[in-house]
């Protein structure tokens, strides 16, 4: 039978054998912690890299012709730009706070590429501040409005000087003034609300509109005013000057292909 002394000092042992072990476990875990620490600070870094070579494809302009569209994808909303031929190839998604969290990029021909940091959101730069979150649904509104306002009066343009064109080759004897009318009306409307838009630029191009519609609808109620017989002897000054008032209105239609794409309105 072990002795009295024998029994306390195994105990005495067994206590120290314990006492090591947990001091062993605790290096362990605090020798654990940065490491922890630096694999997580790693594996952010990576992502914020690839963050960062999407918001630099973009450019500083996040608001420009480039933005196409805007998601909520769960709590995050996303802007979307154009890259090419894409519509929507690359994305910009910030959180409540407008904090850069996550980027797509899918511009290749593989399957789309995102870098994500929603779990560590504090890491990504403020994008737009929390009061302008709305800030990239007001540039579209007003880029719908101002498309509207530019394509609907050209496209009633375009129909009033194809129907006078047609009426002087004798094809066509319908109401051409009431279209061209419309695309006086239409016009001068326009022109109100591109400055509503704050758009002086597409303003001051539809006012250079009115004269030359104005002169098509006058010619056109002259042609419509003569008789078949009249109008063949009519015709060749009835075309000259049907030609300078189309030359005068395309010239300044032209120039809003070069507005419409510093807008970002295509199509």
Same mark, same amino acid.
């Given at each position: 039978m072990?002795?009295?002394?024998?029994?306390?000092?195994?105990?005495?042992?067994r206590r120290?054998?314990?006492?090591?072990?947990?001091?062993?476990l605790?290096?362990?875990?605090?020798?654990?912690? $940065?490491?922890?620490?630096?694999?997580?600070?790693?594996?952010?870094?990576?992502?914020?890299?690839?963050?960062?070579r999407?918001?630099?494809?973009?450019?500083l302009?996040?608001l420009?012709?480039?933005?196409?569209?805007?998601?909520?994808?769960?709590?995050?909303?996303?802007l979307?730009?154009?890259a090419g031929?894409y519509?929507?190839?690359?994305e910009?998604?910030?959180?409540?706070?407008?904090r850069l969290?996550?980027?797509?990029?899918?511009t290749?021909?593989a399957?789309?590429?995102?870098?994500?940091i929603?779990?560590? $959101?504090?890491?990504? $730069?403020?994008?737009?501040?929390?009061?302008?979150l709305?800030?990239?649904v007001?540039v579209l509104?007003?880029r719908?409005?101002?498309?509207?306002t530019?394509?609907? $009066?050209?496209?009633?343009?375009?129909?009033?000087?194809?129907?006078?064109?047609?009426?002087?080759?004798?094809?066509?004897?319908?109401?051409?003034?009431?279209?061209?009318a419309?695309?006086?009306?239409?016009?001068?409307?326009?022109?109100?609300v591109?400055?509503t838009?704050g758009?002086?630029?597409?303003?001051?191009?539809l006012?250079?509109?009115?004269a030359?519609a104005?002169?098509?609808l006058a010619?056109?109620?002259?042609?419509?005013?003569?008789?078949?017989?009249?109008l063949?002897v009519q015709?060749?000054?009835?075309?000259?000057?049907h030609?300078?008032?189309?030359?005068?209105?395309e010239?300044?239609?032209?120039?809003?292909?070069?507005?419409?794409?510093?807008?970002?309105?295509?199509?």
């Open positions: 072990p002795s009295l002394r024998a029994i306390a000092g195994w105990g005495m042992r120290v054998v314990v006492l090591a072990l947990l001091l062993l605790l290096v362990a875990a605090a020798a654990a912690i $940065p490491i922890g620490r630096g694999e997580g600070h790693r594996a952010t870094a990576k992502q914020l890299r690839g963050i960062d999407v918001r630099a494809a973009i450019g302009n996040i420009g012709a480039r933005l196409s569209g805007v998601a909520q994808v769960g709590a995050l909303k996303c979307l730009y154009r031929d519509i929507y190839a690359l910009l998604c910030v959180d409540s706070t407008g969290v996550r980027t797509v990029d899918a290749g021909a399957d789309a590429q995102s870098w994500d929603t779990a560590t $959101p504090a890491a990504g $730069p403020v994008l737009l501040q929390p009061g302008h709305h800030d990239p007001a509104d007003r719908a409005a101002l498309d509207g530019i394509r609907l $009066p050209h496209e009633k343009g375009k129909a009033c000087f194809d129907s006078v064109a047609a009426l002087l080759e004798g094809r066509g004897w319908v109401d051409i003034a009431a279209v061209c419309a695309t006086v009306d239409l016009t001068r409307q326009a022109v109100e591109a400055g838009l758009d002086a630029r597409i303003a001051q191009l006012t250079s509109e009115i030359p104005r002169a098509e010619l056109a109620r002259e042609a419509l005013g003569l008789t078949r017989g009249q063949i015709r060749s000054a009835l075309k000259r000057r030609l300078q008032t189309r030359t005068l209105y010239a300044s239609t032209a120039k809003f292909a070069a507005e419409r794409r510093a807008l970002g309105i295509v199509g």
